[in-house]
């Protein structure tokens, strides 16, 4: 994949928060939670599922955020990683896993978040369990990773995330400063 492609994703991966905030608040949890303490009652009835370390990605030390998503958002990180994995087969790079960053957010820690972050704003997509943020730059893998190498990564990231957005599956932010694509699920959970 030429720069120039990769170039033409990123510019393409632009959804602004006047496109996917009331989505996101239809589409998710609609209480913005306080503390992590009021999690637990929309596990119990399904409302939101944990994510974990699997063979597809990682998820990060998450300082401000919960590693809880609307079923339909876990879905769509699972497929997005296993499309990203299935892009790599017969590469060196076969096994690589994504790094996810940020998922579910408390009003709390965006407080916290934004005395540190320019991108956090208190009407977050992260409120409402239907985003998450998978790190375009750093990768897991047990070998180190070349600056060519991320950048053929990020291309072929941006190449799948686009092909969600496409396929109306998803919002994608590219985020320069943070480096990492925020994306926004499109389906409603039932």
Same mark, same amino acid.
């Given at each position: 994949?030429?720069? $120039? ?180 699920? $499109?389906?409603?959970?039932?």
């Amino acid at each position: 994949m030429k720069c $120039k492609e990769y170039e033409y994703f990123s510019w393409q991966l632009n959804d602004s928060i006047h496109n996917y905030l009331e989505g996101s608040y239809l589409n998710g949890i609609k209480k913005t939670l306080k503390y992590p303490n009021e999690i637990s009652p929309y596990l119990i009835k399904g409302e939101l599922k944990k994510i974990q370390n699997n063979k597809y990605y990682i998820i990060d030390s998450l300082k401000h955020s919960y590693p809880f998503l609307i079923p339909n958002a876990e879905k769509l990180l699972n497929d997005i990683a296993v499309k990203f994995q299935e892009k790599l087969t017969n590469t060196n790079l076969k096994g690589i896993r994504l790094i996810v960053t940020s998922v579910l957010r408390t009003s709390t820690t965006i407080k916290q978040l934004r005395r540190r972050n320019k991108n956090a704003i208190r009407h977050s997509a992260h409120l409402h369990g239907t985003t998450f943020d998978i790190d375009y730059y750093e990768y897991n893998h047990k070998n180190k990773i070349t600056i060519s190498e991320r950048e053929i990564l990020r291309d072929i990231l941006a190449k799948t995330l686009f092909d969600f957005r496409k396929n109306e599956k998803c919002w994608v932010t590219y985020e320069k400063y943070q480096t990492c694509f925020h994306i926004v699920s $499109k389906e409603k959970s039932t």
